[in-house]
C-alpha cells in the first residue's frame, strides 16, 4: 500500500514517508528465476522524491568505495568517494551518505565527512550477510552541508582490520542530489531501507511511485552490501527492473565500488550499480537470489535511486518558487 501526498502544481520537492506493507507470499507470476521462491515487498520506503520545475532543474548522482579492511589502520577505516561531474558546494539540493557496519554490537560510529562529524540514522539491523558477525547495521546520514566536488573522503567506520574479525565496514556510497544549468530530470526517487537477501529463491521488490508516465528513459541505482564474485566465482544475485534481469550475468552484486568491469576481490563487497531501464506499469525494483547456478551470495540491500525522464533544463523563472517553503517536508 503506498500514501502518496504531492502538492499541487508540480512543486519542487515532494518529501513524503511511503508505507510499504510486508507480505511474504508464494511465487505466482510465472517468472522461472527463482521458482517456487519467497517474494516479500522490500522494507525500503521514500527518503526524498523531487520534481525539476522552471529554474529548477534538478539531477542525482550516485557513487561509493569499498572499505573493508581498507587503510587507515583500525579501529577505523575509510575511503574516498568520487562523484562524477555535476555537484558542487553551491548547487546540491540535497545529499545522504550510506554505510554499513557488521559486527556483534552497535557500532560506535564517529563517521565523518570530509573532515565533519555526521548525524548516523539507523535503517534498521539484520542478521549479518553470511559471515560470523551476529548483525549488519546500515545507516543514513544527511551531509547536505558536507558534499564537495569530486572527491569526498570517508572516515570513522568502525573495522577491526581482519577479515571476518568484528567488527567489519562494508563500504559507504553518497547520493546526491544537485540543480543544473542544462538538463533537468522530471522526477527523482530515493528509497531507503534494509533488506537482507540470503536464502535462495528469495526475492525483494520495491514498488516505486513514478507519476512522470509510462514508456519514459530512466536510471535505476542499486547500492548494497557485500556482494561478492572475483576468485570466488559468480554467485548468483539478481538485480530486477519489471521483473528483468538487468544484466544477463547472474551476478550483479559483484563488488565493484567503485566500478570494476567483473568486479574485484570478493571479501570487499559493497555496489552503487546504475543501469538504463524505461518506466513502466509497474515500476517495481527487485533482486533475487535465484534457484540456479549453486550457492547464491547474501546481501543487504540499502538503498535505490530512480532518476525518470532527463531533458532539456527551462530557463530561470523571473521569480523563483517553492524551495525555501517546502523544504521541511522531507521525513
Not at 499541487?8 to 517468472?31: E, K, P, W
Not at 525500503?44 to 523531487?50: D, E, F
Not at 568484528?166 to 527523482?188: F, H, K, M, R, W
Not at 552490501?225 to 572475483?230: F, H, L, S, V, Y
Request: proline letters at 8%.
Amino acid at each position: 500500500m503506498i500514501f502518496l501526498l504531492k502538492p499541487i502544481g508540480r512543486a519542487l520537492l515532494l518529501g513524503l514517508s511511503i508505507l510499504l506493507v510486508s507480505n511474504a507470499s508464494a511465487l505466482d507470476d510465472g517468472r522461472t528465476d527463482v521458482p517456487g521462491g519467497i517474494r516479500e515487498f522490500s522494507g525500503q520506503t521514500v527518503r526524498a522524491h523531487l520534481y525539476s520545475e522552471p529554474g529548477y532543474c534538478l539531477r542525482v548522482v550516485a557513487a561509493g568505495v569499498q572499505t573493508r579492511n581498507a587503510d587507515p589502520a583500525p579501529p577505523t577505516t575509510g575511503g574516498v568517494i568520487l562523484l562524477p561531474p555535476g555537484p558542487a558546494p553551491d548547487n546540491v539540493i540535497w545529499a545522504g551518505l550510506y554505510w554499513e557496519i557488521i559486527g556483534n554490537d552497535s557500532p560506535a560510529n564517529a563517521v565523518t565527512l570530509n573532515g565533519s562529524a555526521v548525524t548516523p540514522v539507523s535503517l534498521g539491523v539484520t542478521a549479518s550477510p553470511c559471515w560470523p558477525e551476529a548483525r549488519a547495521y546500515p545507516f543514513f546520514a544527511d551531509v547536505t552541508g558536507l558534499v564537495v566536488a569530486g572527491a569526498n573522503t570517508v572516515a570513522g567506520l568502525d573495522d577491526s582490520g581482519s577479515l571476518a574479525v568484528a567488527p567489519e565496514s562494508e563500504g559507504a556510497s553518497l547520493v546526491v542530489v544537485y540543480q543544473n544549468d542544462e538538463t533537468a530530470a522530471c522526477e527523482i526517487i530515493i528509497t531507503d531501507g534494509n533488506d537482507l537477501m540470503n536464502v535462495s529463491g528469495q526475492s525483494f521488490e520495491n514498488p516505486l511511485p513514478v507519476s512522470c508516465g509510462a514508456g519514459v528513459s530512466a536510471t535505476l541505482t542499486f547500492i548494497g552490501a557485500d556482494g561478492q564474485t572475483g576468485i570466488h566465482g559468480p554467485a548468483p544475485d539478481d538485480q530486477l527492473w519489471n521483473g528483468v534481469l538487468l544484466s544477463g550475468t547472474r551476478d550483479d552484486w559483484d563488488a565493484s565500488d567503485p566500478d570494476a568491469p567483473g568486479g574485484t576481490e570478493p571479501e570487499l563487497g559493497w555496489d552503487t550499480d546504475s543501469w538504463a531501464v524505461t518506466t513502466g506499469d509497474p515500476n517495481v525494483a527487485a533482486i533475487d537470489i535465484p534457484l540456479v547456478g549453486g550457492p547464491g551470495d547474501c546481501v543487504n540491500w540499502l538503498a535505490t535511486v530512480l532518476e525518470v525522464g532527463v531533458g532539456s533544463c527551462q530557463p530561470t523563472p523571473a521569480k523563483n518558487t517553492t524551495w525555501g517553503r517546502i523544504k521541511s517536508f522531507y521525513r
